[in-house]
């Protein structure tokens, strides 16, 4: 059996197709095939709050390739979510409908909320140790999602409007910040130690330039460190010297900003990269959906 999970980000879209593991009564999965396609819907959507017929057309491709894959594929179940670039763009819906009518993909438009509940969905935390604090950072191209977990229990979740290519394109605002460093401040208060957990292409890449073996957890030394070495280094120099891709070596500077400003306003020394997204949590989402169904 196969599912597939479609994520429509501001930045990239996402293709994971992911075979299911029945074992006794426990379900798994295991990723088949990920395809990522750097469409940068946020560009339209953050500066002129519409998809451009060119970014729409993009995307109905990108849907038609997907839709035919995961029919040679054979998934059997599936869930496609658009985040901030489809939430601020106008025409929105009316793409959404687009989508249905010549791909048949059902595709929903979520709420910063859903976004990080799909997110923390992946349940990372209890391969570390449930007994600790843990404050899930997702950074995207449109938003962040900020989940604060004690003992395996959710404490506080909310989505805020900072993102790399909203920073890059200066749509962020001062007001978006001092919320997000507020909602930090209260919730984390009362806990003595916070770990990080970080999600998202981003800090999946600072993770794999850390060097950092054997899972171990990238300290907030190393990622300022990592965020100097690169700033150090011009656009271009990235990407060929460094060898980022075009794509990642513009919002990886702003993502690195994020992660900061978050992990020290929550007092976090160290962060978890378990690389996994919002596809892994839509993928176990489907898994607790047809298996809570069937049990």
């Given at each position: 059996?196969?599912?597939?999970?479609?994520?429509?980000?501001?930045?990239?879209?996402?293709l994971l197709i992911?075979?299911?593991?029945?074992?006794?009564?426990?379900?798994?999965?295991?990723?088949?095939?990920?395809?990522?396609?750097?469409?940068?819907?946020?560009?339209?959507?953050?500066?002129?709050?519409?998809?451009?017929?060119?970014?729409?057309?993009?995307?109905?491709?990108?849907?038609?390739?997907?839709?035919?894959?995961?029919?040679?594929?054979?998934?059997?179940?599936?869930?496609?979510?658009?985040?901030s670039a489809m939430?601020?763009?106008?025409?929105?819906?009316?793409?959404?409908?687009?989508?249905?009518?010549?791909?048949?993909?059902?595709?929903?438009?979520?709420?910063?909320?859903?976004?990080?509940?799909?997110?923390?969905?992946?349940?990372?935390?209890?391969?570390?140790?449930?007994?600790?604090?843990?404050?899930?950072?997702?950074?995207?191209?449109?938003?962040?999602?900020?989940?604060?977990?004690?003992?395996?229990?959710?404490?506080?979740?909310?989505?805020?409007?900072?993102?790399?290519?909203?920073?890059?394109?200066?749509?962020?605002?001062?007001?978006?910040?001092?919320?997000?460093?507020?909602?930090?401040?209260?919730?984390?208060?009362?806990?003595k130690l916070i770990?990080?957990?970080?999600?998202?292409?981003?800090?999946?890449?600072?993770?794999?330039?850390?060097?950092?073996?054997?899972?171990?957890?990238?300290?907030?030394?190393?990622?300022?460190?990592?965020?100097?070495?690169?700033?150090?280094?011009?656009?271009?120099?990235?990407?060929?010297?460094?060898?980022?891709?075009?794509?990642?070596?513009?919002?990886?500077?702003?993502?690195?900003?994020?992660?900061?400003?978050?992990?020290?306003?929550?007092?976090?020394?160290?962060?978890?990269?378990?690389?996994?997204?919002?596809?892994?949590?839509?993928?176990?989402?489907?898994?607790?959906?047809?298996?809570?169904?069937?049990?």
């Amino acid at each position: 059996m196969r599912y597939a999970a479609i994520d429509i980000g501001s930045n990239a879209v996402r293709l994971l197709i992911a075979d299911i593991v029945e074992n006794n009564r426990s379900v798994s999965f295991k990723k088949n095939t990920l395809i990522r396609v750097p469409l940068r819907l946020g560009d339209d959507a953050f500066l002129e709050h519409r998809l451009s017929d060119k970014k729409e057309t993009d995307l109905v491709k990108t849907m038609l390739a997907f839709r035919n894959l995961m029919d040679v594929y054979k998934v059997t179940d599936y869930m496609a979510y658009a985040t901030s670039a489809m939430r601020e763009a106008k025409n929105g819906q009316e793409i959404a409908k687009r989508i249905k009518d010549e791909t048949n993909i059902d595709l929903e438009i979520v709420q910063g909320q859903k976004e990080a509940g799909l997110i923390y969905a992946s349940r990372v935390e209890q391969n570390i140790d449930k007994g600790k604090n843990y404050l899930y950072i997702d950074v995207g191209g449109g938003s962040t999602e900020l989940s604060l977990f004690s003992a395996g229990e959710l404490w506080a979740s909310r989505s805020f409007n900072i993102g790399t290519i909203r920073m890059l394109d200066n749509q962020d605002t001062e007001e978006s910040w001092t919320e997000m460093k507020d909602f930090i401040r209260e919730n984390t208060r009362q806990f003595k130690l916070i770990a990080g957990i970080g999600t998202g292409g981003n800090i999946n890449k600072l993770y794999r330039l850390s060097e950092e073996k054997n899972n171990a957890p990238l300290s907030f030394g190393k990622l300022k460190s990592l965020y100097t070495y690169l700033n150090s280094f011009s656009l271009k120099d990235r990407i060929n010297v460094l060898g980022l891709n075009m794509d990642r070596a513009d919002v990886i500077i702003p993502a690195c900003e994020i992660y900061l400003t978050v992990m020290k306003c929550a007092n976090i020394k160290n962060i978890y990269v378990p690389t996994v997204g919002l596809v892994d949590g839509i993928i176990q989402t489907l898994i607790e959906k047809n298996y809570l169904k069937t049990s």
